[in-house]
C-alpha cells in the first residue's frame, strides 16, 4: 500500500513563498518519478512540476517555469516543490504523485490527499 502525505501548504500573500512536502511509504520510493498537481476550485486538476526517480530531470508548467523548484531527498523518501513569488492564480489544492511519469493526472496512480494553498493580492 503507497501513501502519499502532503504538508506545507497556507495562506500568504502574493510574492511570498512556500515549500510543499510529500512524505512516501509502503514501497520503493527510488524508482518512481514524482510529480506535483494543483487544483483550483472549479477547475480541472493540472500539471505544476515533475522529477524523475534520480533528480537529473525536472520539468515544469509554463506558469509556474521559474517560480518553482522540484527536488527529492530519496534517503528520506521525500519530494519537495519550492515555490516562490507566488501570485493569486497559484491558489489551489495542491497533490503530490507516484507510480507514473507523465504530465497527466491520468498518468499517475498514487495520489496524497493535498495541501491547501491559498494567495491573497
Known amino acids: 500500500q503507497v501513501q502519499l502525505v502532503e504538508s506545507g501548504g497556507g495562506s500568504v500573500q502574493a510574492g511570498d513563498s512556500l515549500r510543499l512536502s510529500c512524505v512516501v511509504s509502503?514501497?520503493?520510493?527510488?524508482?518512481?518519478?514524482m510529480g506535483w498537481f494543483r487544483q483550483a476550485p472549479g477547475k480541472e486538476r493540472e500539471f505544476v512540476a515533475r522529477i524523475t526517480w534520480m533528480g537529473q530531470t525536472a520539468s515544469y508548467a509554463d506558469s509556474v517555469q521559474g517560480r518553482c523548484t522540484i527536488f527529492r531527498d530519496n534517503s528520506k523518501k521525500t519530494v519537495y516543490l519550492q515555490m516562490s513569488s507566488l501570485k493569486p492564480e497559484d491558489t489551489g489544492l495542491y497533490y503530490c504523485?507516484?507510480?507514473?511519469?507523465?504530465?497527466?493526472?491520468?498518468?499517475?496512480?498514487?495520489w496524497g490527499r493535498g495541501t491547501q494553498v491559498i494567495v491573497s493580492s
Open positions: 504523485a507516484a507510480g507514473g511519469s507523465g504530465w497527466s493526472p491520468s498518468d499517475y496512480t498514487y
Open positions: 509502503g514501497r520503493g520510493f527510488n524508482n518512481d518519478a
